[in-house]
């Protein structure tokens, strides 16, 4: 979809549901899946990332974040620098989303990753449980579907009657989010 495209749906959301606080730009993945079938390398993900978010906040305004993209840590610095040179100051942005983090296992690199981009108000897209619990100091905040994971292999909590298992269910998410708030 274009970038206006986008924008208008973005605003539709924003308008039919209300207290929309942020939107993420249209970003680049560098996931290497995402890479090969692209057939582009990271620095053209990155720049394509920018280039997109530039376009959506002069369409939409401060409703879109910027996001870094990378893979490596140096990766996420350099996508830093992008947005400097064109003129987006991270640091005084209210969340600066951390993109290509959600596929990965390798608690150490996103460990890596979220602590070189200090002092920015980072969200951390699709987190997973250990690493968020090690990082929500640092985190502004974060999302996951690493809640759901463990119910889709379970049977129903108790009580829940309607469905199969609790990947969807709101009072298994309650749980794991009060879990995560307390740890």
Known sequence: MSATEYA???QMYADETGQMD?????????ESTALKQTGLTVKEHQRLTVENFLELRDL????????????????????VDLYDKSGVDLVSEP??????????NAKTAINEVIRSLQPL??????????????????????????????????????GCTT???CANCRIYALR????????
């Open 8 to 10: 208008r749906t973005v």
């Open 22 to 30: 942020w939107a993420a730009p249209q970003d680049w993945m560098c």
């Open 60 to 79: 939409l305004g401060m409703i879109v974040i910027p996001v870094l993209q990378g893979w490596e840590r140096d990766e996420y610095l350099e996508c």
């Open 95 to 104: 969340v600066v989303g951390v993109g290509s983090i959600c596929r990965r």
């Open 121 to 158: 108000k980072l969200h951390g897209f699709g987190v997973k449980g250990d690493c968020y619990l090690e990082n929500k100091h640092v985190l502004a905040s974060a999302d996951s579907m690493a809640w759901s994971r463990g119910a889709r292999y379970q049977p129903p909590l108790e």
């Open 163 to 165: 469905h199969q298992n």
């Open 176 to 183: 794991w989010r009060e879990k995560m708030l307390v740890s």
